[in-house]
């Protein structure tokens, strides 16, 4: 299981403990979060579930495959070095203390 930190666009943080095996953003779901909307349930055909990465772990976490950097295109005000689609981040014991941040809006 893994703290992990999800920060509102306005500041407002949500320490979240998520078991072992969901996704980053099925811990967010699961604990009524918002500022993700998950909209395709997880299935990287969207990107209601982008978030930026605290600096300090963004080289921290597994590489963007192909299919999650293509989908970031379509995210609001997406970086191309902190972005990352929360449905495609397992998570596990090495994400303890993870912090994201939600953008102004959705896409």
């Known amino acids: 299981m893994a703290k992990i930190t999800y920060v509102e666009h306005n500041g407002r943080e949500h320490v979240v403990e998520?078991?072992?095996g969901l996704t980053v953003m099925e811990g967010a779901r699961d604990?009524?979060?918002p500022?993700?909307?998950?909209?395709c349930g997880g299935a990287c055909a969207c990107s209601t579930c982008h978030v930026y990465v605290d600096p300090a772990w963004v080289d921290r976490l597994p590489p963007k495959d192909h299919m999650e950097a293509d989908m970031l295109d379509f995210a609001w005000r997406p970086d191309p070095v902190r972005s990352r689609l929360t449905c495609q981040l397992k998570v596990t014991d090495a994400l303890d203390g993870l912090r994201?941040?939600?953008p102004e809006k959705q896409i």
């Open 31 to 33: 604990n009524g979060i």
């Open 35 to 39: 500022g993700i909307e998950a909209d």
């Open 100 to 102: 994201v941040q939600m």
């Open 18 to 20: 998520v078991p072992n």
